[in-house]
Every structure is written in structure tokens, then in C-alpha cells.
């Protein structure tokens, strides 16, 4: 269950010749978990898993992967592999298999956040294998959804919508908020390979299925109209248009759910950095003074990334005032640890 040693030790080197495995292949490939007799689950141990991956996923959102991942990676070695290893009804163990497998994309997607890609990639697969033996397809599809996010982040364009295709392919009688949810991972990767039509059908679908998921029931942390902004904003953007980009990560700030603060570090930054690009200077350190706000509460790879990119974005402008006055605000808050990695 816990990725192997040499996985932590070659944790950066992401693979883009990475096997995914179908869907049809997992049960018949998955390696039955050895039994002990003398330890039995039920479905309070089962609720009891899924209730301290959720905790861990609001304390994600709020403090990053770096802080996170520790208490999820023991938890994941202490409590659900012996979980797993238990006895119990037949159902008890498919619905533990598969809160297991809820978790493990969890711990990939918090890898993943710290830059550990390789290590991520392994937690992802196994998530992968395990949704599989529980025949989960729901955590099946967002877990490749996840890896296309990863691949997307890295520049992976024809990985990222190879994986974004099939999260869709896999996922059976998707509801309107599913279909969002993996038509706008479709969009953006499709954007990031230089596929527009593609791109632009996508994200077609993912409005209109947004749209009849925003009339009935909203499930809270779903994926909702400000995940949905954030991708139109990239796809416009990988598209050429970034005056459309900016304002459709406007929009996504507006509409965020204020409990998502690495969330607002991030694409707060990325805001910052496309105003720049049309040279609105000012607006810009505006928004990055809002990324300081959050940015020394959040422990997290990709968000130390967008803060080494402002400061090699604002090396030119130190003769304007906002500029050098934000550099040296970020100087007094930024660990000097972040900007000699």
C-alpha cells in the first residue's frame, strides 16, 4: 500500500510514459489483500475512514499539501492498511476498499501539491487499483481526472487530455456536475495540446452541463461555477485570447468559496501574472499584495512556485513604486528557503 522507498527517493521525476490501467483490467490485476483473522471491520470503520479524509481535505484546502500529507500519509499506513488487512462481510470490505482508494488520491493530490510528482503519480495509480477492486468507478474517474491535472500543470498537454478522455470514457451515467467536472479537464488539456476545436467543444459542454447542475441540489466542494471560470480563463488563454482569461479569473476569485485559501493563492497568482503580461503593472501587485495576504499561512510546492515566478516577473519593474513596494513586503514574508530552491 505505502509507495515504495525508491518511489519517495526518485519523488520528483515525473513519468509522461506512465501505464494507466483500464478499468476492465483492474479486478482481474488486483493482488487480494492477505486476511488476518484475528482483526474484524464493520461499516463504523468504513465511515470512520471516509470522515478523516474528508477533515484532511478541508485542512488541505485551507494549509497545503506540505502540511497535510504527513497526517495523511500515517494515517493511511496506521489505520487503513490494517483496515484493509481486516476480516468482515464481503460488502463491508468492497466499501473499505473503496473509501481506501478515496484517500490514496487524496494523499496523491496533496503530493502532488508539495511537488512530489513521481510520488504522486505512485499514490495515484494505486487509487486507481484499489477503485478498481471496489468497483468504484466514481473514484476511478476522478482519480485519472486528477492525474490529468498533474500532467496539464507540467506542460504534459497530449498526456493530460489522454487521461481527461479517459476519465470521461470510464465514467457511467455521469450527472450534470460530473460532466462539468471532466468536460472542463477536457477543455484545458485539449487547450494545452493545441487542439481548439476541441478545446472550445468541451467547454461548451461543461457550461451547459454547469448550468442544469446550478438548477438542482448543490453538493458543497463540488466542482461549481468558480472551477468552471478558472477553466474557461485557461482554455482562452492557452487560445490567445488573455484579455478573456483575466476576466474569466476575475470571475473565479468572486465566486470562490472563501474556505479554498491555497486555491486563492494560486490562481490569484496566475491573475497577477496575466495582467502583467498586458501590461497592467499596477493591478497586478494589487493582486499579488492579496496572494501575501493568504500566502504565508499555505505550505505548498505549487503555491512557492507562483511566488518564485513573481519574483523573477518583477526584476524589471523595481524602478516602479507598487512594484518595489511589494518586493519588499514578499522579502519580509517569503522563507528565503522558497526563493534558492
Not at 474484524?40 to 497535510?68: N, P, Y
Not at 495540446?193 to 441540489?217: F, H, N, P, V, Y
Request: hydrophobic share 40%.
Amino acid at each position: 500500500m505505502e509507495p515504495s522507498r525508491r518511489g519517495v527517493l526518485t519523488a520528483g521525476l515525473y513519468s509522461v510514459a506512465l501505464a494507466i490501467p483500464g478499468w476492465t483490467d483492474l479486478t482481474d490485476r488486483f493482488e487480494r489483500i492477505a486476511i488476518d483473522p484475528h482483526s474484524r471491520i464493520g461499516f463504523t470503520e468504513v465511515e470512520a475512514v471516509k470522515a478523516m479524509t474528508e477533515k484532511i481535505s478541508d485542512l488541505d484546502d485551507q494549509f497545503g499539501g506540505k502540511a497535510t500529507r504527513p497526517m495523511s500519509a500515517t494515517f493511511l499506513v496506521n489505520t487503513v492498511v490494517p483496515y484493509l488487512k481486516a476480516d468482515g462481510p464481503d460488502e463491508v470490505k468492497r466499501a473499505m476498499l473503496s473509501a481506501a482508494a478515496d484517500h490514496l488520491y487524496l494523499t496523491g493530490y496533496m503530493a502532488m501539491d508539495e511537488r512530489a510528482d513521481r510520488l504522486a503519480q505512485d499514490y495515484y495509480v494505486q487509487a486507481l487499483e484499489m477503485a478498481g477492486a471496489a468497483g468504484d468507478h466514481l473514484t476511478y474517474c476522478t482519480t485519472l481526472r486528477g492525474m490529468s491535472v498533474q500532467a496539464v500543470d507540467l506542460g504534459h498537454g497530449d498526456l493530460a487530455l489522454r487521461l481527461a478522455d479517459a476519465a470521461s470514457a470510464a465514467s457511467p451515467q455521469a450527472g450534470p456536475r460530473m460532466l462539468a467536472f471532466l468536460a472542463g479537464q477536457q477543455a484545458h488539456a485539449a487547450a494545452k495540446s493545441g487542439d481548439r476545436s476541441t478545446a472550445l467543444l468541451k467547454i461548451k459542454q461543461a457550461e451547459s452541463a454547469m448550468e442544469k447542475a446550478e438548477s438542482q441540489a448543490k453538493a458543497f466542494g463540488s466542482y461549481d461555477p468558480s472551477s468552471l471560470s478558472y477553466h474557461i480563463a485557461q482554455v482562452r488563454y492557452e487560445l490567445g485570447d488573455k484579455e478573456a482569461a483575466i476576466a474569466h479569473l476575475e470571475e473565479s476569485d468572486r465566486s470562490r468559496e472563501s474556505v479554498y485559501r491555497r486555491t486563492r493563492v494560486r490562481y490569484n497568482a496566475l491573475l497577477a501574472e496575466r495582467k502583467l503580461e498586458v501590461g497592467r503593472l499596477e493591478e497586478a501587485c494589487g493582486d499579488w499584495n492579496r496572494v501575501l495576504d493568504d500566502y504565508p499561512m499555505v505550505k505548498s510546492g505549487r503555491c512557492d512556485d507562483r511566488i518564485r515566478e513573481m519574483f523573477a516577473l518583477l526584476v524589471r519593474y523595481q524602478d516602479n513604486g507598487h512594484a518595489r513596494d511589494l518586493i519588499e513586503r514578499a522579502r519580509t514574508l517569503v522563507p528565503a528557503g522558497v526563493l534558492t530552491t
